[in-house]
């Protein structure tokens, strides 16, 4: 057994039925492994709410979200997704293709789930409940960070780690999506996580991107990214605050710090992401 898999619990493991298990990831709040064609991870509050959402995708033909499978009182488990995903699918979306892509996916994923009404009330990882009206709140996947898509032939197949999956407006996934993707980060992002030789045109990949989900490029969508990297950090600190294991290991390891630090330097370059006014004619 590896050093990772010591860190695992048994539960979690399993025997495998045959399947080569491989260690996705030994977080001790989260470990995830993966067996065969199956990704397992500890049951979490909302494994249930996440598994049903799972379900209403797949059967309304959103085929990137991964098919749901066992559910447990000890473990969560779904569709091992095959393609290019985590740290190496960030180097996926260097170009201004891909992030319309992640455009058009976020708003198919949007007009799907708008239209969700479960018998049973979802329960979500941050208490929040219900499914919102479709329009102005929807069950946002909470986490559309290039790390969780899959890709393969340089085509999105997997939008991966439901885990943050709660109710909320669709700018919100939206926001965070182009935190990433724009990004509204300094150099050590775009050239060390996401490979980019050259710095981005932050302006030009927001309106790709709003382009490909529909919605225009003005002061109100750079102040909703804003306002979203403040919400993040605050969610951090609330929840550590509360116990969160989580939370808690992120804030010892810096990462609260560093996340302040990336609020910061986005308020202080603002200007980098508003629209130009069009000169006179």
């Keep these: 057994m590896t050093k990772r898999e010591e860190s ?4 979690v493991l399993g025997n495998g039925d045959g399947d080569h298990i491989e260690v996705l990831q030994s977080r ?11 990704v397992r991870h500890p049951r979490q509050s909302s494994s ?3 598994h049903a959402l799972l379900a209403f995708l797949r059967k309304s033909g959103f085929s990137e979200a991964p098919q749901p499978g066992a559910l447990t009182q000890e473990i969560d488990e779904v569709e091992f997704i095959e393609g290019t995903g985590g740290d190496d699918a960030c180097l996926m979306v260097a170009d201004v293709e891909a992030v319309a892509a992640v455009g058009r996916l976020l708003r198919r994923y949007h007009d799907t789930v708008a239209r969700w009404r479960p018998a049973v009330e979802p329960r979500w990882f941050d208490g929040r409940r219900g499914v919102g009206d479709g329009r102005t709140e929807l069950v946002c996947h909470g986490d559309v960070g290039p790390w969780n898509l899959v890709w393969r032939d340089d085509r999105i197949v997997g939008l991966i780690d439901w885990e943050h999956a709660t109710v909320a407006s669709p700018r919100t996934d939206v926001a965070y999506a182009l935190h990433y993707l724009a990004p509204f980060r300094d150099r050590s992002y775009w050239y060390g996580v996401l490979g980019m030789s050259h710095k981005p045109r932050r302006r030009h990949r927001m309106s790709v991107f709003a382009e490909a989900y529909g919605i225009p490029v003005d002061e109100a969508l750079v102040s909703d990214v804003l306002a979203a990297q403040q919400a993040g ?12 294991p989580r939370r808690s290991q992120l804030v010892a390891d810096g990462e609260l710090e560093r996340e302040m630090r990336a609020v ?3 308020w202080d370059r603002r200007h980098k992401f508003t629209p130009r006014e069009p000169g006179p004619n």
């Design 264 to 266: 910061a330097w986005a």
């Design 233 to 244: 950090v605050e969610l951090m600190r609330r929840l550590a605050e509360q116990g969160d």
């Design 48 to 50: 249930e709410s996440v």
């Design 8 to 11: 695992v619990p048994d539960q």
């Design 28 to 38: 001790a709040d989260r470990p995830v492994v993966r067996v065969g064609h199956r």
